[in-house]
């Protein structure tokens, strides 16, 4: 055999491979991976044992401390909070029957925590010593527990010792235990495999006896009865009493398996010291971190309630839970990974449109590309197929319409009338007739020529963004400008005006009752039904105010896009929120934890969603295809969740809460409470209602803040309850409640307050002799005099805002009147626009002015508010896509007048720039808290520029100094303000500018 025929064969070899091994990852339940270490709470990296106790808390125990967690915080016990905890190392956890959760430690010793008491088991209570190595519970309540003098079981709060080192061949080391379905009681040694039934031994394996591993670390039980040991040399599979051996070329990641663990789906998950593997259909597969890399060493491996597998490791603690997702990206064949459309033909064929990687086809787990040469283009825009079979595609730019059939390409282009670039979408109606969307307004056409309409011809905007036709044949039009219904040539517009939320139109569907349901751009959700429309936004609980596709799942679900996901909504809870039976609606939102390499779902063209055949849901984001199925693969997380009140806080002091009425004496009446729901599939998900019965009249739905607060309650007798609810929206409507008693200061006492009166009476009395009517006279001209500075100082205020404010908009109304009626002067009507424009920017800075030295504003949300409806309004007549990222709970700081003032200076000049120079299509705007910092972010996707060239530029010219214009004063603004301002900009790669201020907290 020659070597390049020997090549040739390895190569086909090594492609078989990955396709399969693409296929079997595309076939076989995918898991993802989240981590937390130290930085996230964790008392140290190094986890050794893991177990979730029956009230639902999480329990990790690391080497330097002991953690309970709650899927998003950590509360640390150790020895300097907990005494009877001798030890930090902590080298095993149990929860028994009885509810105690024993903690053992690698040199102090074990402690016991129940109903709130910890209690320390060492040598005096029959232990050989301190050093335990491990526990476990086997089904009849017997605690046992492994040390370095060998094993020990507790009975009647003693620990006595099992079995001998020659019964354990020689061995008295036990790092593994487990009990079968049949009841018996396995043990792993350093030497051997031990099987005992009601305390008697029955059956020794040794390497003599066929043991093929060694140091025993792991033992499992698999879905079929067999039994699994780990250890040095890999893994033994025990079956009908013959032993079989696995190790790396077998697929483990390492020949030393530290920790088994068979799931309540069928998986065997094998740790080693060099990554993870899932043992199924006869093959180990291996699992990565959240940043794509092998495991490191694996000390425990569990399931928790919810069905999510926890991973205790050498550099921190993991959790896997199902892949909701399946993306395919160029690792599976795909052209490019920015994928803009994709639909289904008639045959089953998946057509994906990429934009860098022209057109794909994929069929039977295989991606089929187009060349360019054929295409004449890379960049796919809109998708369709027409009734005789046809594949239709759009491309951007002015490269034109493609018709492929039978294999040839078929270009249309301006010689055919389709003048506008960037053909976004192709829809063909039920008579036969094209429909052609771009940026430049509509196209149709019956043969091969095409006729063009756009908005002065009738359609609410230019660019086009879907295409749908209803049930009595009229064809509905989502364009930039409104929507449009187009019926025996007649064109009908729906705007704001009409109901819409907004009038940049997204996505059309219409479902099985002809109702005609609309995603728009900042707007939310539309529905078309009965001649009225309805809108749904977040204020309603919807996830997102952006909707780029719609699809109609089996199960009466809608799937949405945006930049931040996919997310879903129940049908029926939007139609029951019309009828006023439900207060709220729930979405259910996905990302990069449930299996998406990003959020970031394309809109550009049409279809950017499709459902296929078989129900599977497909989507095109920026970073691949993504595929789900609500048939099995979208399981909904149906476990209630255990609510809990952690701490309680009064005046800022934590008080111990107990099962009866806490009493509190007298305070200011400042009340903190944190509480938490334990459920972890997505614990940052879960959502709150809280009530303080006795004060508040109805829920406070907090969504995901953990926190409540309360200021200035007063005395009487009150019941704080929380509920909360899961990652899909199931409710413990029971909670957690605490009922507290604000005992009254002797001044808020009714004998105080009674004697008080009395005094006060027998004063005015007095007073009232002893006083002249002279002297009352001159107090009650003092007070007048009071009132009238008073009111002169808010009649000043107002009149800025009213009186001059209304001026200068008559000004601005009057320009507009002249400037129709001097039509025949240019000079004139230039004057006048000037005059016009000029008292619209003063009347705009007087209510900046206004707003800014208004004290009632100084505060954090208050910032937050302006900041958002004044980015909102500038973009809101331009074709940027603005993106704004505001935390739904903030901090009741202060921000002075003059930070705010400068702040809000620096931000417009930002964006006066990048509206006049990036030329960018999306922009950014995030706002953050970061400790006692104020971050506000502004980001484009523009041209950019060389920020060495322009701030060289700027320090040498004078005009730019003088007149105040440039970055140089956007950085001045900040410096005066307090903060710092960072620009990050190249030619061709955006612009991101950082404002930082530093805030002090109330």
Avoid at 623 to 641: C, E, F, Q, Y
């Amino acid at each position: 055999m020659s070597h390049a025929l020997r090549k040739t064969i390895l190569c086909l070899c090594s492609l078989a491979v990955c396709f399969q091994a693409s296929v079997l990852a595309a076939t076989i339940p995918q898991y993802v991976a989240t981590s937390w270490d130290n930085d996230s709470g964790l008392p140290q990296n190094t986890v050794q044992a893991i177990v979730q106790t029956r009230d639902g808390y999480m329990w990790v125990g690391t080497q330097l401390g002991l953690a309970r967690f709650d899927g998003v915080r950590f509360t640390v016990l150790d020895t300097n909070n907990i005494p009877e905890l001798k030890g930090r190392n902590i080298s095993g956890l149990v929860e028994t029957k009885d509810g105690s959760l024993w903690i053992g430690t690698f040199d102090a010793g074990l402690t016991r925590f129940k109903d709130g008491i910890f209690r320390h088991y060492g040598p005096a209570d029959g232990l050989p010593n301190n050093y335990i190595k491990m526990m476990y519970e086997t089904s009849d309540g017997t605690l046992w527990v492994s040390t370095l003098a060998g094993l020990f079981r507790l009975e009647d709060d003693k620990f006595s010792v099992f079995g001998s080192t020659e019964a354990f061949s020689g061995s008295s080391t036990v790092r593994a235990m487990m009990e079968d379905h049949a009841g018996n009681f396995w043990i792993g040694t350093a030497v051997s495999l031990v099987c005992c039934h009601d305390t008697t031994i029955i059956t020794n394996y040794t390497p003599k006896v066929g043991l093929p591993i060694s140091s025993l670390r792991g033992l499992a039980e698999d879905a079929a009865g067999d039994i699994w040991a780990g250890g040095t040399g890999g893994l033994a599979r025990l079956h009908a009493g013959k032993f079989t051996n696995f190790s790396k070329r077998d697929g483990l990641t390492d020949n030393n398996a530290t920790a088994l663990f068979s799931d309540t789906h069928g998986n065997l998950w094998v740790g080693t010291y060099g990554g993870l593997n899932r043992h199924i259909a006869e093959k180990f597969l291996t699992e990565r971190t959240p940043d794509g890399m092998a495991f490191d060493l694996i000390n425990v491996i569990m399931e928790d309630r919810e069905g999510n597998i926890w991973v205790g490791a050498k550099d921190g603690l993991y959790r896997l839970t199902l892949k909701q997702f399946v993306t395919y990206t160029q690792q599976q064949g795909l052209s490019h990974n920015n994928v803009i459309s994709a639909m289904q033909d008639s045959s089953g064929t998946i057509w994906v449109g990429t934009w860098g990687g022209g057109l794909n086809q994929f069929k039977d787990g295989k991606f089929k590309v187009f060349s360019k040469a054929g295409l004449q283009t890379e960049l796919v825009l809109g998708l369709m197929q027409d009734r005789q079979g046809n594949i239709w595609f759009g491309t951007d730019f002015d490269a034109g319409l493609f018709r492929l059939k039978t294999n040839e390409f078929v270009r249309f282009g301006r010689k055919e009338g389709l003048t506008a670039p960037a053909v976004r979408l192709v829809f063909e109606d039920s008579e036969g007739n094209t429909w052609v969307g771009t940026s430049g307004g509509l196209f149709s056409c019956k043969g091969n020529n095409y006729n063009h309409f756009a908005r002065q011809d009738g359609l609410a905007g230019e660019a086009i963004r879907d295409i749908r036709e209803d049930r009595n044949g009229g064809i509905w039009i989502a364009t930039d400008g409104g929507l449009s219904r187009v019926t025996h040539k007649k064109v009908e517009n729906f705007t704001t005006k009409d109901g819409l939320s907004s009038d940049f139109i997204m996505a059309l569907y219409q479902d099985r009752e002809n109702a005609l349901w609309i995603g728009t751009r900042g707007g939310g959700l539309n529905c078309y039904r009965d001649g009225k429309f309805f809108s749904y936004t977040t204020q309603q609980g919807l996830f997102n105010n952006d909707v780029f596709a719609i699809l109609e799942d089996d199960f009466g679900h809608f799937w949405m896009t945006c930049r931040r996901g996919v997310y879903r909504v129940r049908k029926k809870d939007l139609l029951d929120f019309d009828k006023h039976l439900l207060p709220t609606i729930m979405s259910v939102s996905f990302g990069k934890a449930d299996g998406m390499a990003t959020t970031e779902c394309n809109s550009i063209a049409r279809p950017s969603a499709f459902k296929a055949i078989d129900g599977k849901l497909w989507f095109a984001t920026a970073k691949g295809l993504v595929m789900t199925d609500p048939t099995s693969g979208v399981r909904a997380n149906s476990n209630v969740p255990p609510v809990m009140i952690e701490r309680f806080f009064v005046d800022k002091t934590r008080v111990a809460m107990t099962n009866s009425t806490l009493r509190i004496p007298p305070s200011h009446g400042e009340l903190e409470f944190h509480y938490t729901a334990l459920s972890f599939s997505a614990a940052e998900k879960n959502r709150f209602k809280y009530k303080l019965e006795g004060f508040d009249s109805d829920w406070t739905d907090v969504e995901t803040r953990r926190v409540a607060y309360y200021n200035n309650i007063s005395p009487g007798s009150y019941r704080f309850v929380v509920i909360g609810c899961n990652n899909d929206g199931v409710w413990n409507t029971k909670g957690a409640a605490m009922s507290f008693i604000i005992e009254p200061h002797f001044w808020q006492t009714w004998w105080f307050l009674s004697s008080l009166v009395g005094v006060a009476v027998m004063g005015v009395a007095g007073m009232a002799r002893l006083v002249t009517s002279k002297r009352l006279q001159n107090r009650l001209i003092r007070l007048e005099q009071q009132n009238v500075i008073e009111k002169e100082r808010m009649r000043i205020a107002k009149d800025m805002h009213d009186e001059i404010g209304a001026k200068l908009t008559k000004i601005s109304f009057l320009s507009e009147v002249a400037k129709r009626q001097l039509k025949n002067s240019p000079e004139a009507e230039q004057q006048i626009d000037t005059i016009s424009s000029s008292a619209r920017e003063v009347l705009q800075a007087l209510d900046e002015i206004v707003w800014a030295v208004n004290p009632k504003n100084d505060t954090l949300d208050n910032f937050a508010t302006y900041l958002c409806r004044y980015v909102s309004e500038f973009f809101s007549s331009t074709s940027v896509l603005v993106e704004l990222e505001v935390p739904s709970t903030l901090p009741g700081w202060t921000v002075s007048t003059e930070v705010r003032h400068n702040l809000v200076l620096a931000i417009k000049e930002s964006l006066n720039n990048l509206l006049k120079h990036a030329n960018a299509e999306h922009v950014r705007v995030e706002l953050a808290i970061t400790g006692s910092s104020m971050r506000v972010v502004i980001e484009d996707d523009g041209r950019g520029f060389d920020l060495n060239k322009v701030m060289q530029k700027n320090a040498s010219s004078e005009r730019v100094e003088r007149t105040g214009n440039g970055l140089g004063n956007i950085q001045h603004r900040l410096e005066q303000a307090g903060g710092v301002c960072q620009i990050e900009s190249s030619p061709g790669k955006g612009t991101k500018i950082i404002f930082t201020v530093q805030l002090p907290e109330n």
